[in-house]
């Protein structure tokens, strides 16, 4: 069972350009979060899909945007790149089988995609 | 989501248990503590999650106190390979598909 996948592994793009990553959640999962990582901190919210829709989002501006599609698959957009977007960006899976109190869930994280910005 | 307090670094010998300790103050009723380990280059792999008490699995122990205004990882005997940033997580992983808030975590270094 292959786990979160995320293509391009590495990305060197220039300040003003237009960058699409993508992920694949792991297999009976539903819900895609994106995580942008600076060096040396820790994994940020961007925001999260399931159904096809945005559902929560941090606190990163509209350059950044996103798309889920039918086989839950997701893109992460930024666009007009500057030098601060340079990071590890992160996709995570989850799946939700219910509300019941004190489920405990877990979130898979793919191997992320290291993008310059020069 | 609840703030969480960690130590910025920790340093041990392979072999020897090492405990990194998490501070919550402001934990919610609904809220479970959990950690992840993350490698470099490498997105954050789930160690453990716990509510109270004590949680252990093949890999470590979780020991919460009663008020669970902290808590605290465990990891037996460990080796380099357990060289890696520990993330300690509090929240409610059953309302609203909640998204992890992450601090700074815990840098390990474990020496040979």
């Known amino acids: 069972d292959a786990g979160v996948t995320q293509s391009p592994t590495h990305l060197i793009k220039t300040r003003g350009q237009q960058v699409t990553l993508r992920c694949s959640p792991k297999?009976?999962?539903?819900?895609v979060s994106w995580y942008q990582q600076a060096l040396g901190q820790g994994p940020q919210f961007i925001f999260q899909?399931?159904?096809?829709?945005?559902?929560q989002r941090g606190n990163f501006p509209d350059r950044f945007s996103g798309h889920q599609f039918p086989n839950y698959s997701s893109e992460l957009n930024v666009n007009a790149l500057l030098l601060g977007d340079s990071a590890l960006y992160l996709c995570?899976?989850?799946?939700?089988?219910?509300?019941?109190?004190?489920?405990?869930?877990?979130?898979?994280f793919g191997q992320g995609t290291r993008l310059t910005v020069v | 989501l609840a703030k969480t307090t960690q130590p910025i670094s920790m340093d041990s010998y392979e072999g020897q248990e090492v405990n990194i300790t998490c501070s919550h103050n402001?934990?919610?009723?609904?809220?479970?503590i959990t950690w992840y380990q993350q490698f470099p280059s490498q997105g954050p792999r789930f160690i453990i999650q716990?509510?109270?008490t004590k949680v252990t699995n093949e890999v470590a122990s979780l020991f919460i106190p009663a008020d669970r205004k902290s808590s605290t990882l465990s990891l037996p005997r460990v080796s380099l390979s357990d060289t890696a940033v520990y993330y300690c997580?509090?929240?409610?992983?059953?309302?609203?598909?909640?998204?992890?808030?992450f601090g700074s975590g815990t840098r390990l270094q474990v020496q040979p």
């Open positions: 995570a899976s989850s799946f939700f089988p219910s509300l019941r109190q004190g489920a405990s869930t877990e979130a898979f």
């Open positions: 297999s009976g999962h539903d819900t």
């Open positions: 899909y399931y159904e096809e829709e945005e559902r």
């Open positions: 402001n934990i919610a009723t609904n809220d479970y």
């Open positions: 716990g509510y109270k």
């Open positions: 997580l509090v929240g409610d992983p059953v309302a609203g598909r909640r998204a992890l808030t």
